[in-house]
């Protein structure tokens, strides 16, 4: 089984909603913090958000504070990523990775931290 799998990607008209969903493992997910990267060709993978084990810390990069929310729900080993209001420039590949234990508002934003990663999940948003 892999570590973490994403789901809930999809074509979707701009304006629309989709909520992405990252379900681990218990050696992934448990205690872990988990966070959301997006990629699009050419580009680097970028952080989007972040929840951690303890505390329930949640970290958004800037552009993504208004739009984007994370949540947990620790006894089903998912995290979502509710995305609103999808712009075309949402498009790309988005990925959840786990980092052990916890991380800071900085070093969460660091994807070489993340020791596991799921396979991505296609968002595609049309204008």
């Known amino acids: 089984q892999a570590p973490l799998v994403e789901a809930g990607g999809g074509l979707v008209q701009a304006g629309g909603s989709l909520r992405l969903s990252c379900t681990g493992s218990?050696?992934?997910?448990?205690?872990?913090?988990i966070g959301w990267f997006r990629q699009v060709p050419g580009k680097e993978r970028g952080f989007v958000a972040a929840?951690?084990?303890?505390?329930?810390?949640?970290y958004y990069e800037d552009s993504a504070k208004d739009r984007f929310t994370i949540s947990r729900e620790n006894a089903r080993n998912t995290v979502f990523l509710q995305i609103d209001n999808l712009k075309p420039e949402d498009t790309a590949v988005y990925y959840c990775?786990?980092?052990?234990?916890?991380?800071?508002?900085?070093?969460?934003?660091?994807?070489?931290?993340?020791?596991?990663w799921g396979q991505g999940t296609q968002v595609t948003v049309s204008s």
């Open positions: 990775a786990a980092v052990v234990g916890d991380c800071t508002r900085i070093s969460c934003r660091d994807r070489r931290l993340y020791t596991f």
């Open positions: 218990g050696r992934a997910f448990r205690g872990n913090t």
């Open positions: 929840s951690t084990r303890s505390d329930v810390k949640i």
